[in-house]
């Protein structure tokens, strides 16, 4: 099965779009969203209501911090995160405020786990920053491959079975395989605001059966979208 799994998409409809797009274009078959649906851009309740249509038709979807400080505000947010929340609560609908509430950290399929942040403690929003941190994401949990977003920057990292920890940077285009024997995680880089220099909205797909994730960047009119958020 390919699954294509987009995170921290931050209300940015057009980035998401196409990532929609781009993903059916691949004839992906199931959908995986790592929360920070809201947050940041200037759509929250369509995006919302997008992914809870797609959920409702299969997807996984779990919660991310932008979301869960919708009903729970966040002292540790920066004045700009926090500001473009406020604003997001004015803008969601109930039906949206619902359904980003029922959203759990975390979600199981098969020998994959989903997390927006770190597994080894989803509610404390900690970020995968390196190797360490990695290995304590990857020993929570008998997961042999944990896809995570939070960073909005694209990584690979691998326990290999002898127990050392690799980092294998952004997959290219040709993918690379996670072979069964070792331990990955994998951080998809972020839909709607990317922070690693490329505007385009990253995510990645993972093939269940050969075991191959690609690390995806599609373009579209970031600027549009600037100029929406600016007014």
């Given amino acids: 099965m390919l699954i294509a799994i987009i995170a921290d998409i931050h209300a940015n409809d057009l980035a998401f779009e196409a990532c929609l797009a781009e993903a059916k274009a691949l004839k992906v078959e199931r959908f995986v969203f790592l929360g920070d649906l809201v947050g ?3 759509e929250p309740d369509g995006v ?4 809870a249509g797609l959920t409702a038709a299969g997807a996984i979807t ?3 911090n932008h979301d869960d400080a919708v009903e729970n505000p966040d002292d540790d947010m920066s004045p700009a995160a926090a500001a473009a929340i406020a604003w997001t609560r004015c803008m969601l609908s109930d039906r949206s ?10 979600a199981k399929s098969g020998d994959m786990l989903f997390v927006h942040s770190d597994a080894s403690a989803p509610s404390e929003w900690n970020y995968v920053t ?3 941190r990695a290995r304590c994401s990857l020993v929570a949990t008998r997961a042999r491959v944990t896809f995570c977003g939070h960073m909005h920057m694209p990584q690979v990292y691998c326990l ?5 920890m690799v980092n294998r940077m952004r997959a290219g285009a040709a993918g690379i395989h996670l072979p069964e024997q ?3 995680l994998v951080v998809v880089g972020s839909a709607g605001q990317p922070r690693d220099g490329n ?3 990253a995510f990645a797909t993972y093939d269940t059966e050969t075991c191959i994730m690609t690390s995806r960047r599609v373009p579209y009119d970031a600027e549009a979208v600037a100029a929406r958020i600016m007014n």
């Fill in 97 to 106: 405020n619902d359904f980003l509430a029922s959203l759990p950290l975390v």
């Fill in 199 to 201: 505007p385009a909205a």
């Fill in 130 to 132: 390196g190797t360490t």
């Fill in 40 to 42: 940041y851009g200037p």
């Fill in 182 to 184: 070792h331990r990955w």
């Fill in 160 to 164: 290999t079975a002898g127990g050392s």
């Fill in 62 to 64: 779990i919660k991310g």
């Fill in 48 to 51: 919302v209501q997008r992914v």
